[in-house]
């Protein structure tokens, strides 16, 4: 059966289109050839784009690459999805919750700390050493340890640097300790908090990527040390790691984890 022939709004998003991902610059007769569209159909759609700003036109080669008007589109879909962040991770941190019976949190990137962003409290309540609006200690918090981990060398340098108050008998409080449960995290996909920050309770994190593969925040199941296991081996993991996968999804984050450097 032959294809409806597209129109001109569905060519034009093509077109649009055929500069992603990485904007490089091509001419008429390249996204003619490209897409199969005719050329003068083709330049006459370009010329359109570079005069409302979605294109740019060098004014040597004649190339075109996208604009500002575009790189505006682009600004305001990050900005919103970083201001809704948290009610686009709620259904799945409540799902979580549900599938799990234990307390999970969102935790935020915040400068060189994490804060709790939402809380979905589980049908057996613990005390948590924390509630929303708090910032949590980066060494110790199984959030700032899944963010942490993947976040750039300056901001662990940052850290690794600071005083590492004990909380608890189990806290961290050597650099080397902290850096090697960050190389751990990296390749396990989870960060730990065994007791660190309240006693009998522990917490498994998972991070959160944007669309540009930074990480932003943390899912965190937290509970009672006898049922929230820190093991590589626990049920918990899986489960985690498709939640907090799922929230990246719908930040347009692509692929697997970053691959550790």
Same mark, same amino acid.
Not at 57 to 73: H, I, N
Not at 207 to 227: H, I, K, L, S, Y
């Given at each position: ?48 784009? @570079? #005069? ?128 090697? #449960? ?16 309240? !006693? ?7 991070? !959160? ?9 943390? !899912? ?15 049920? !918990? ?7 907090? @996968? ?16």
């Amino acid at each position: 059966m032959r294809q409806p022939k597209a129109n001109a709004i569905e060519k034009t998003l093509t077109i649009l289109s055929a500069f992603t991902p990485y904007n490089h610059a091509m001419g008429t007769t390249e996204i003619s050839q490209k897409l199969g569209y005719h050329k003068a159909t083709v330049s006459r759609i370009l010329l359109t784009l @570079a #005069q409302n700003s979605y294109l740019e036109q060098d004014s040597v080669t004649k190339q075109f690459r996208l604009g500002p008007a575009a790189m505006a589109l682009g600004m305001a879909v990050r900005q919103s999805l970083k201001s809704d962040l948290v009610q686009i991770a709620k259904p799945f941190i409540d799902q979580l919750r549900d599938q799990l019976k234990e307390s999970v949190l969102l935790e935020l990137l915040a400068g060189e700390n994490t804060v709790i962003a939402y809380i979905a409290e589980g049908p057996r309540r613990v005390r948590l050493a924390g509630s929303i609006g708090d910032f949590l200690p980066t060494h110790v918090a199984a959030g700032a340890k899944a963010i942490l981990a993947y976040s750039s060398a300056e901001i662990q340098k940052l850290v690794l640097a600071k005083e590492m108050p004990r909380l608890t008998s189990h806290t961290i409080t050597e650099p080397v300790e902290l850096k090697r #449960q960050l190389l751990e995290t990296r390749k396990t996909g989870v960060a730990f908090d065994q007791e660190e920050h309240d !006693v009998d309770i522990n917490a498994i994190a998972a991070p !959160v990527f944007n669309d540009q593969g930074q990480p932003v925040a943390a !899912v965190v199941v937290a509970g009672p040390a006898t049922r929230v296991v820190c093991v590589d081996t626990s049920p !918990v993991i899986p489960m985690l790691k498709q939640t907090s @996968a799922s929230i990246s999804a719908r930040l347009y984050h692509t692929g697997s984890l970053p691959e550790h450097a």
